[in-house]
């Protein structure tokens, strides 16, 4: 009687064994997918964080030639000196290259295109505000500029 239970609990035992082993390599398998899936999402996010910095990079260099041409023109306006319009003509010149570019960064996203329209057109405004305050004060019309 001894000697039968011993293959049943050999069988068993190998039994055992190999859903153990099914086990491990089915653990195994959903590691590798958790880890690939892991390396994927930060991948994603890595891509779109350098894409949000370069979007990012393009808008601040808009504001900085704005922000230059505001100054130039202030300071024309308010002293007539030429060497004043040199950042305005610098900013002026760069612009279209840098708006350009910032076009070029959201063009798969609608609604940030849409934004850098609209602040386009806000910007085209304030250049001729500009070209004309700066024309007055050519032409010495000081108190209207």
């Known amino acids: 009687m001894r000697g039968s239970p ?8 190998g039994l055992l064994l190999r859903l153990v082993a099914a086990l491990a390599v089915v653990l195994l398998l959903l590691i590798v997918v958790s880890v690939g ?12 964080g350098e894409q949000a910095l370069a979007r990012q990079g393009a808008a601040n260099q808009l504001l900085i030639d704005m922000l230059n041409a505001d100054t130039g023109s202030r300071g024309y306006v308010l002293t007539g000196r030429n060497d004043y319009l040199d950042p305005y003509t610098t900013a002026v010149d760069r612009y279209p290259a840098d708006l350009a570019r910032l076009r070029a960064q959201v063009s798969g996203n609608l609604t940030l295109a849409a934004d850098v329209v609209r602040a386009n057109n806000n910007a085209q405004l304030w ?19």
Not at 6 to 13: A, E, H, T, V, Y
Not at 37 to 42: H, R, S
């Open 37 to 48: 899936g892991t390396v994927l999402t930060a991948s994603n996010y890595s891509l779109a």
């Open 6 to 13: 011993r293959p049943d609990r050999r069988s068993l035992r």
């Open 127 to 145: 250049f001729a505000d500009n070209i004309e305050l700066i024309q007055l004060r050519r032409d010495g019309h000081v108190q209207a500029a």
